[in-house]
T-cell receptor, first 112, second 113 residues
């Protein structure tokens, strides 16, 4: 079974731009969660989608948004990029419920 | 606000040593606790714990949960250099069927030959 895939793997943007990241979950998984990982803050929860609906949201500004499609693929968008948005963005999929989540390789975003 | 605290933050040992990593938590609507290992890429799943006192074991790694005292430990026996990684503890919480993970800061384990 193929794992979680994320594209692109690396991105370099400048302040003020916007970016869209993509995540394809493991086949059969309907829940997709997004996390931001930085050296200072560790792994922080952004939001979770299940069946195209956002079920949970972390404490991030409205510049961070996402969506999920009918095939469970998910996208995350960050508008008006700031230097502090530089991070590894991880997507994780699960069957839903309270079980384990499986992570993709991440997208490394650098904002200059 | 949900909180997960891991200790120690970093640990340096020699091959063959046994290590114990700690994870304490304060969350509402606890559902499960997960341990992950992160090397240079994405976290890889190790264990999921939902019940107190039941040890989960995989090779040289084992973990147990205490829901009364709100903590978990991850033990690694006979450590090897390949165990060098960041070990992350995460708690699944939530009142709906769809949990969110709250992660601890991680423990950086370095195993010297």
């Amino acid at each position: 079974k193929a794992g979680v895939t994320q594209t692109p793997r690396y991105l370099i943007k400048t302040r003020g731009q916007q970016v869209t990241l993509s995540c394809s979950p493991i086949s059969g998984h309907r829940s997709v969660s997004w996390y931001q990982q930085t050296p200072g803050q560790g792994l922080q929860f952004l939001f979770e989608y299940f069946s195209e609906t956002q079920r949970n949201k972390g404490n991030f500004p409205g510049r961070f948004s996402g969506r999920q499609f009918s095939n469970s693929r998910s996208e995350m968008n960050v508008s008006t990029l700031e230097l502090g948005d530089s991070a590894l963005y991880l997507c994780a999929s699960s069957l839903g419920g309270y079980g384990e989540q499986f992570f993709g390789p991440g997208t490394r975003l650098t904002v200059l | 606000e949900d909180k997960v605290v891991q200790s120690p933050l970093s640990l340096v040992v020699h091959e063959g040593d046994t290590v114990t990593l700690n994870c304490s938590y304060e969350v509402t609507n606890f559902r499960s606790l997960l341990w992950y290992k992160q090397e240079k890429k994405a976290p890889t799943f190790l264990f999921m714990l939902t019940s107190s006192g039941i040890e989960k074991k995989s090779g040289r790694l084992s973990s147990i949960l205490d829901k009364k005292e709100l903590f978990s430990i991850l033990n690694i026996t006979a450590t090897q250099t390949g165990d060098s990684a960041i070990y992350l503890c995460a708690v699944v919480s939530g009142g709906t069927s769809y949990g969110k993970l709250t992660f601890g800061q991680g423990t950086i384990l370095t195993v010297h030959p």
